[in-house]
């Protein structure tokens, strides 16, 4: 597994967001990118996810891409693919990657289940450092009691050795959820005074929903197409 940057900004906030339950990760850092006019200044590339990019408006969307938005000297790691079976291995080069930014801070986001059908979407949070936990509460975002967090998340919450929070978002779908995405988006947007507006991203629901959804399918295929070959070759 390999990081590349074009161009290292120095004491970043780190943004991640990895396809998990609702895809709301995935969800909310394509709206970061889009809104904040973030940038492409590099990728992770590993020989355990599949060999394959996507196209969208005639551009490149690497699997693994960092994009950085100087307004805000906010990094934000998108993720258009997989992490199953390597989780560990992404966490280790998330935090190498703030180590080499020496970042202010890492922010996870991630959507948790829930059976409950209330309108209004839950949130709360994660964090190691105090200071984090006061800025949650007067933004008025509760502490993550009791909960089983899977994932790169899971794994970083474990392995960090730097300041690192979690955002999570109620989702009760299995399917792209841009309402939970943005209910983070808000959470996100109170918590580092970004004055962006999650309101519009209820509003392309839908186009987004099918723009990722058919980006991971088409990553689900190419991974499976992978390991048929892997089987042919020792079989």
Not at 130 to 145: D, Q, S, T
């Amino acid at each position: 597994m390999k990081l590349v940057l074009r161009k290292k900004p120095k004491n970043p906030i780190i943004v991640e967001g990895f396809p998990g339950f609702g895809l709301v990760g995935t969800i909310t850092t394509e709206y970061l990118v889009n809104e904040l006019k973030a940038v492409s200044i590099g990728a992770i590339h590993s020989e355990k996810i599949p060999a394959m990019v996507a196209i969208h408006d005639n551009k490149v969307v690497e699997p693994i891409g960092v994009y950085y938005s100087e307004k805000f000297n906010m990094i934000i790691l998108h993720v258009m693919t997989n992490m199953k079976g390597i989780e560990w291995e992404i966490s280790e080069i998330l935090l190498e990657l703030a180590q080499q930014l020496d970042a202010k801070d890492i922010i996870s986001i991630e959507g948790v289940g829930t059976s409950a059908t209330e309108d209004e979407i839950k949130s709360y949070f994660f964090s190691n450092n105090e200071k984090a936990k006061k800025k949650f509460a007067v933004v008025g975002v509760n502490p993550l009691k009791e909960g089983i967090i899977l994932g790169v998340t899971a794994t970083l919450m474990l392995q960090a050795n730097r300041n690192m929070s979690a955002i999570f978002v109620e989702t009760n779908s299995q399917l792209p959820d841009s309402k939970a995405a943005a209910k983070a988006v808000e959470v996100l947007d109170k918590y580092l005074k970004l004055e962006i507006d999650y309101k519009p991203l209820l509003k392309q629901a839908e186009k987004l929903e099918g723009k990722i959804k058919g980006l991971m399918q088409k990553s689900e295929a190419a991974t499976a197409e992978q390991q048929k070959k892997e089987l042919s070759y020792v079989g």
